[in-house]
């Protein structure tokens, strides 16, 4: 089963428009990660946030992480065609932490040109 | 540095047989983890490996195997195939410890008739 949901499952947006997609987990984390999946490809990881930050940025991506909310969104900024993938959460937990990451469903993004 | 190489792309079997992945890791990357994707239960931790020994493994039958090799090179395989086992296998290496993120495997398509 999964432990994150991510909403919404699907989001579609013009090219230069801002996307965010948001997460939510159940259990305590020691960090958040976001990874892309273009169709049919692995996945390809893009930010970590560690449980004691806040916001991360990383060129047109911002991540924030709420901790009490047990919520994270994801924001890309100025969208492109070449954005269009599928975005999944995925956390690292306390008692399993290392390579077991749980992720979530996954909000699939397109960017129309 | 050469990513995360998984072979075969693509596999065709029937049910009853069994299967063998495979998956070379980032050179110096000693930790590698299986991960199934299917539509209806998303993504799902399959087991990880570190200095050939399995550290966690996800909740799946006994038909689902791996092993490491010195070399870092990791094998999966499944026994006895079910119309269900066909998903898309996913291949992950990283540095070991928790806040290093995943390097993924195009990984392989697995198709069970």
């Known amino acids: 089963s999964q432990q994150g949901e991510e909403d919404p499952q699907a989001l579609s947006i013009q090219e230069g428009e801002n996307a965010t997609m948001n997460c939510s987990y159940k259990t305590s984390i020691n960090n958040l990660q976001w990874y892309r999946q273009n169709s049919g490809r692995g996945l390809v990881h893009l930010i970590l946030i560690r449980s004691n930050e806040r916001e991360k940025h990383s060129g047109r991506l911002r991540v924030t992480l709420d901790t009490s909310k047990k919520s994270s969104s994801l924001l890309i900024t100025a969208s492109r065609a070449a954005d269009t993938a599928s975005y999944f959460c995925a956390t690292d937990g306390e008692e399993t932490s290392g390579s077991r990451l749980t992720f979530g469903e996954g909000t699939q993004l397109t960017v129309n040109p | 540095k050469a990513g995360v190489t998984q072979t075969p792309r693509y596999l065709i079997k029937t049910r009853g047989q069994q299967v063998t992945l495979s998956c070379s890791p980032i050179?110096?990357?000693?930790?590698v983890s299986w991960y199934q994707q299917t539509p209806g239960q998303g993504l799902q931790f399959l087991f990880e490996y570190f200095s050939e020994t399995q550290r966690n493994k996800g909740n799946f039958p006994g038909r689902f195997s791996g092993r490491q090799f010195s070399n870092s090179r990791s094998e999966m395989n499944v026994s006895t195939l079910e119309l269900g086992d066909s998903a898309l296998y996913l291949c992950?290496?990283?540095?070991?410890?928790?806040?290093?993120?995943?390097?993924f495997g195009n990984g392989t398509r697995l198709t069970v008739t």
């Open positions: 050179s110096g990357h000693r930790s």
């Open positions: 992950a290496s990283s540095l070991l410890g928790s806040n290093s993120p995943l390097h």
